[in-house]
């Protein structure tokens, strides 16, 4: 049986003069990144797709290479656009995304809607699957647009799915459906079915 699995990517150096898109991952997020091959084997993907986000690309790279598959970055898979905003606290940037979330059509913050970005998530989604017509498809990405796609398909409250993503965790799809079938972290196994 065939899957389609989004990543989210592993925990980032956190650097607040640049843009979020431009973080790396810190040691910690490499060390993690490692720990993904035992759940992804599970489900036995021919290729590791990432976005083009270099937080998303190292986790990626590290996980195939473990895995000895194949790494395609693909783009559409980002985040969120919001490169204009700067840094803000935790608490503001919780406040934003409850918002973001809640009013999808509106311009919260950023460069992007949350209707706008799940779209083009969902496009690029659907252009990956037809190339990759029987496999698991599996692809590392941001814990925003995924929350943002997964709730598209499914009936979950964002705001709580987004908060319940660790870095990494593994969220499976039925590939045919999208309907979600496992959440999985690396430190506790399966989060939610």
């Not at 003069?17 to 991952?25: C, F, G, S, T, V």
């Not at 937080?55 to 656009?81: D, M, W």
């Not at 509106?106 to 690029?124: D, H, K, P, Q, W």
């Not at 908060?163 to 430190?187: G, K, N, W």
Request: hydrophobic fraction near 40%.
């Amino acid at each position: 049986m065939s899957h389609f699995i989004l990543i989210r990517h592993s925990n980032s150096q956190i650097q607040t003069d640049r843009p979020a898109n431009r973080w790396r991952l810190s040691n910690l997020g490499k060390e993690r990144a490692r720990c993904l091959s035992p759940i992804l084997a599970q489900y036995n993907p021919a290729t590791l797709f990432s976005s083009d986000e270099p937080k998303a690309i190292e986790t990626a790279e590290i996980a195939a290479k473990s895995l000895n598959l194949p790494h395609v970055i693909l783009k559409g898979l980002h985040e969120h656009e919001r490169t204009n905003v700067g840094w803000i606290s935790k608490e503001q940037f919780e406040v934003q995304v409850s918002e973001f979330f809640v009013r999808q059509d509106e311009l919260i913050f950023g460069e992007e809607t949350a209707v706008r970005a799940c779209s083009r998530f969902n496009n690029t989604v659907r252009k990956l699957l037809l190339h990759q017509p029987e496999d698991t498809v599996a692809a590392v990405s941001h814990g925003t647009v995924m929350t943002l796609f997964v709730s598209n398909w499914n009936e979950v409250d964002p705001y709580q799915f987004w908060q319940s993503l660790e870095m990494p965790s593994v969220v499976v799809m039925s590939r045919q459906t999208f309907e979600l079938e496992a959440v999985l972290s690396i430190d506790s196994g399966q989060v939610s079915e």
